[in-house]
């Protein structure tokens, strides 16, 4: 057995970076045109990201030049980088100009196949920077969206309940009554740094961080992410084949985090407050899109044999 930690987290203006290496970037438009002029890399490759395949990142692959990699951007630009890193076999720095989810922290990118997303084994950053100022003037609707990865221990946890209620939790997976408290303890700090962080409040913004490396953290020790991820997830994956890539993860496990905890019978004002706190969209899915997707998610989610949940049996 081996367990990952998350990476060493420095806290710093951005323009006070200091790198001597020649650098492979992995960006996003957006993100580089906010931060490109507080930062002095000797840039020598670079690479705006607008897909999360394995097929898109192995033909970057070849090119790469530089010795370090280094993310500046959000989840796609940290998860395409994660991977071009292992691939490289070089180190990697991490730029996140947004909270926007936790995949600055974990070793893993996320890969859509086949009309599903798969978690492929990468790396960790070796060094995560982050500059609040950076963060606090971030489009508001991503600047905190990693909440969304943290309220999903609401219906995650939920899940994973179920599943061990139903005897459904295979081998590996069983439920750790502790582990789900540790969980729900994390996710009321993500309740009560909601607004300071939606604000950009820097003390809000870093209570959201230290709630996502803890989630990350836990679920690094225990092995899989039952508290986490679940069939708030699960529509998130099953929604973006009708809405296309591109949609940021907040706007599609936002609203899967309130759809499946209302059918987990959860009280949805604390979580609605937090997602509305943070500027999560919540009306970019069509209604006629929750429904198509909610009727086919049992079949989905079996299909794609996805750990059990309140998904595996919506009913009409
Ligand atoms: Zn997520």
Redo the contacts with the bound molecule.
């Keep these: 057995m081996h367990i990952l930690p998350i990476p060493e987290i420095e806290a710093m203006p951005f323009t006070a970076l200091d790198e001597a290496r020649p650098v492979a970037l992995v960006t996003s438009r957006a993100a580089w045109e906010a931060v490109r002029g507080r930062l002095h890399l000797p840039i020598v490759w670079q690479v705006e990201v607008e897909e999360a395949t394995q097929a898109c990142w192995d033909t970057l692959v070849p090119s790469v030049q530089g010795e370090v990699v280094y993310a500046v951007g959000g989840g796609l630009a940290a998860d395409a980088a994660k991977y071009i890193a292992v691939r490289c076999d070089l180190p990697l720095v991490c730029l996140p100009t947004a909270l926007s ?2 995949a600055f922290l974990t070793w893993a990118s996320g890969v859509r196949q086949d009309g599903c997303v798969r978690y492929l084994e990468t790396k960790a950053p070796d060094r995560l920077v982050i500059d609040y100022g950076v963060l606090a003037e971030a489009p508001p609707s991503i600047r905190a969206a990693g909440i ?2 943290l309220l ?1 221990i609401a219906t995650g946890s939920w899940d994973w309940r179920f599943a061990e209620e139903q005897g459904k939790n295979p081998e590996g997976m069983e439920y750790v009554p502790y582990v789900d408290q540790v969980a729900a303890g994390i996710l009321q700090g993500a309740l009560d740094c909601a607004e300071a962080a939606g604000r950009g409040d820097p003390a809000g913004l870093k209570q959201l961080l230290d709630c996502l490396a803890l989630e990350v953290q836990l679920c690094n020790q225990i092995g899989h992410a039952r508290p986490e ?1 679940g069939s708030e ?1 699960y529509f ?1 994956y099953a929604v973006e084949n009708a809405m296309g890539a591109g949609l940021a ?1 907040g706007d599609l ?1 936002g609203p899967g985090i309130l759809l499946m905890a209302e059918r987990q019978g959860q009280d949805l004002s604390p979580l609605r407050h937090a997602l509305e706190s943070c500027r999560i969209p919540l009306e970019t899915i069509p209604q006629a899109v929750i429904e198509s997707t909610l009727r086919s998610l049992p079949a989905y989610v079996r299909r794609h044999d996805l750990p059990y949940g309140i998904a595996h049996c919506l009913t009409w």
């Design positions: 989810v936790d969304c990865d999903s991820e997830h998130a993860h496990v």
